[in-house]
């Protein structure tokens, strides 16, 4: 378990820089970048099962801020629809994990604490903990599912090889900033979130 556990959190770090780099060269939808960021960078802290550097009160006090950002702007909108609601459950999420999920070491890996007293059941059963990490993990299912949309190239990037015989055609592959390579983190993350949340259970 302790290998799924480093490849996890070095997969959330990757996805963490990725989207820092996308914040830098876009220069747009700064913020949305920096939440899935600071998701990413808290999810690679929870799996990592060398520590985390970072205190837990700092985590919670990002995830509340960006809760707090983007719940607001739903409310002002009077929707949760498309990202401003993906960002409040997510935001939502990774303050559950925090408080549910979170070993008595903080750091320790929910992977690791999730199989644990954490879990809210008693005797067995499930608790109110395990019925809300259920549900979270089936968003966050559907939320990759609805990835895997994004993902498939278009027509536009299917483009004839200069080189290539007749009929042959080349992958134009997708940019650091590309909607597909924004589509590949989220499904990722959203794989992350799932099997995170399904530990605790």
Same mark, same amino acid.
Not at 38 to 49: E, I, Q, Y
Not at 159 to 179: E, M, S
């Given at each position: /378990?302790?290998? =799924?556990?480093?490849?996890?959190?070095?997969?959330?770090?990757?996805?963490?820089?990725?989207?820092?780099?996308?914040?830098?060269?876009?220069?747009?939808?700064?913020?949305?970048?920096?939440?899935?960021?600071?998701?990413?960078?808290?999810?690679?802290? /929870?799996?990592?099962?060398?520590?985390?550097? =970072?205190?837990?009160?700092?985590?919670?006090? =990002?995830?509340?801020?960006?809760?707090?950002?983007?719940?607001?702007?739903?409310?002002?909108?009077?929707?949760?629809?498309?990202?401003?609601?993906?960002? =409040?459950?997510?935001?939502?999420?990774?303050?559950?994990?925090?408080?549910?999920?979170?070993?008595?070491?903080?750091?320790?890996?929910?992977?690791?604490?999730?199989?644990?007293?954490?879990?809210?059941?008693?005797?067995?059963?499930?608790?109110?903990?395990?019925?809300?990490?259920?549900?979270?993990?089936?968003?966050?299912?559907?939320?990759?599912?609805?990835?895997?949309?994004?993902?498939?190239?278009?027509?536009?990037?299917?483009?004839?090889?200069?080189?290539?015989?007749?009929?042959?055609?080349?992958?134009?592959?997708?940019?650091?900033?590309?909607?597909?390579?924004?589509?590949?983190?989220?499904?990722?993350?959203?794989?992350?979130?799932?099997?995170?949340?399904?530990? /605790?259970?």
């Amino acid at each position: /378990m302790q290998i =799924v556990s480093v490849l996890l959190a070095v997969g959330c770090l990757g996805l963490g820089l990725l989207h820092i780099l996308r914040m830098v060269l876009r220069r747009a939808d700064v913020v949305e970048e920096a939440s899935h960021a600071a998701m990413a960078f808290g999810m690679a802290a /929870m799996f990592s099962p060398f520590g985390d550097p =970072v205190p837990v009160p700092v985590w919670v006090a =990002v995830f509340a801020v960006s809760l707090g950002w983007f719940g607001t702007l739903a409310v002002a909108a009077r929707s949760l629809a498309g990202e401003m609601g993906h960002h =409040v459950l997510g935001s939502a999420a990774m303050l559950f994990m925090l408080f549910a999920g979170h070993g008595p070491t903080p750091g320790a890996g929910a992977l690791q604490a999730g199989h644990g007293s954490h879990g809210g059941g008693g005797a067995g059963g499930l608790g109110v903990a395990s019925v809300v990490a259920i549900v979270l993990a089936g968003y966050f299912a559907w939320h990759g599912l609805r990835c895997t949309d994004r993902i498939r190239p278009e027509p536009a990037l299917l483009a004839v090889a200069p080189d290539a015989g007749p009929g042959a055609v080349a992958l134009r592959l997708p940019t650091v900033c590309a909607p597909r390579t924004a589509a590949v983190a989220h499904l990722t993350m959203a794989v992350a979130m799932a099997v995170m949340l399904l530990a /605790m259970v």
